[in-house]
C-alpha cells in the first residue's frame, strides 16, 4: 500500500501536515440570586463571550496548502430561571438560555478556507419542568424548546469544499424519569421521552451552485417521535457491617 500523500509543489509526500492550531477564550459572567418570595426564586444572569479561532499551519490538514488565519468571534449571551416552590416536597422551573457554538476547525481546512465569512451557530432554549420528592418515590419531568439558527453547512463547488451559514433546525419534546426505593438497598429507575428535531427551510447560492435546505424534514440522527424511547433498570447498594 502507498501511503504517500498526493503531489504537491515544495511539500514533502511523507508529510501528511503541520499545523499549530488553537483556541483562545475570555468569558466572564454574573449572576443574581432573588428571592422574591420565600417560595419564589429567580436567576438572571449575564455571559460575554469572546473565542478566538487560529490556525498556523505551513502544511495544513487535508487540503496540505499553506494557511495563516484566524478570527475573533463575540457574543453577549442571557440566562434566567426561576423555581416555585408549591410544597416542600414539590418544586416547578423554568429555564430561558441564549448560546452559540464556534464553527468546526475543519472550515479552515478547505483549499480556499472563508473562515471570516462564517458566523456562529446560535440557539435560544426554553424548559420548563416540576420536580418532587416524597419519601421513596421522586419523580422528575419537563418540556423543552430550542430554535437553533445560523446552521453551518456545507457544499461542493467544483472540486472545493464550501462552508456557509443556512437555516437551523428546531428541537422540541417532552421527557421524565422516575426513581423508587423499594428497601434500603433496591432502587428502581425508569425514564423516557418524545422527541422532535426538524430542520428549517432556507435557499441560497453559493459559487452559483443553487442550495435549498428542505424545511420540516426530520434531521437524521436526531431522536424523534415515534419512535419513543425508554428504559428502566434496577440499582441495588450494599451495607458495610
Known amino acids: 500500500m502507498d501511503y504517500r500523500q498526493k503531489v504537491l509543489a515544495g ?5 501528511e501536515y503541520l499545523q499549530y492550531s488553537g483556541w483562545d477564550q475570555v468569558e466572564p459572567f454574573i449572576d443574581v440570586e432573588w428571592n422574591v418570595t420565600p417560595q419564589l426564586t429567580v436567576t438572571p444572569g449575564l455571559k460575554y463571550v469572546s473565542e478566538k479561532l487560529s490556525v498556523d499551519a505551513d502544511i495544513n490538514q487535508k487540503s496540505r496548502l499553506p494557511f495563516h488565519g484566524s478570527k475573533t468571534f463575540t457574543k453577549t449571551l442571557y440566562f434566567l430561571t426561576a423555581n ?3 410544597q416542600d416536597n414539590l418544586a416547578l422551573y423554568g429555564q430561558y438560555a441564549t448560546g452559540f457554538l464556534l464553527p468546526d476547525i475543519s ?3 478547505a483549499v480556499n478556507p472563508n473562515l471570516n465569512d462564517l458566523e456562529p451557530q446560535e440557539s435560544t432554549n426554553y424548559q420548563a419542568g416540576l420536580v418532587y420528592h416524597g419519601g421513596k418515590l421522586t419523580v422528575d419531568a419537563d418540556a423543552y424548546y430550542i430554535d437553533f439558527t445560523n446552521k453551518i453547512q456545507s457544499v461542493t463547488v467544483g ?9 437551523g433546525a428546531r428541537y422540541k ?3 421524565g424519569a422516575v426513581t423508587y426505593a423499594a428497601t434500603d438497598t433496591l432502587f428502581v429507575f425508569a425514564n423516557g421521552s418524545i422527541n422532535s428535531a426538524e430542520a428549517q427551510g432556507a435557499s441560497t447560492t453559493i459559487g452559483g451552485v443553487p442550495v435549498v435546505i428542505a424545511g420540516g424534514k426530520q434531521i437524521a440522527g436526531a431522536p424523534s417521535r415515534p419512535p419513543r424511547w425508554a428504559s428502566c433498570s434496577v ?3 450494599g451495607r458495610s457491617r
Open 11 to 15: 511539500v514533502p509526500q511523507y508529510v
Open 84 to 86: 416555585y416552590k408549591l
Open 107 to 109: 472550515a479552515t481546512q
Open 159 to 167: 472540486t472545493e469544499n464550501v462552508s456557509f451559514n443556512l437555516g
Open 173 to 175: 419534546g417532552i421527557e
Open 235 to 237: 440499582t441495588t447498594t
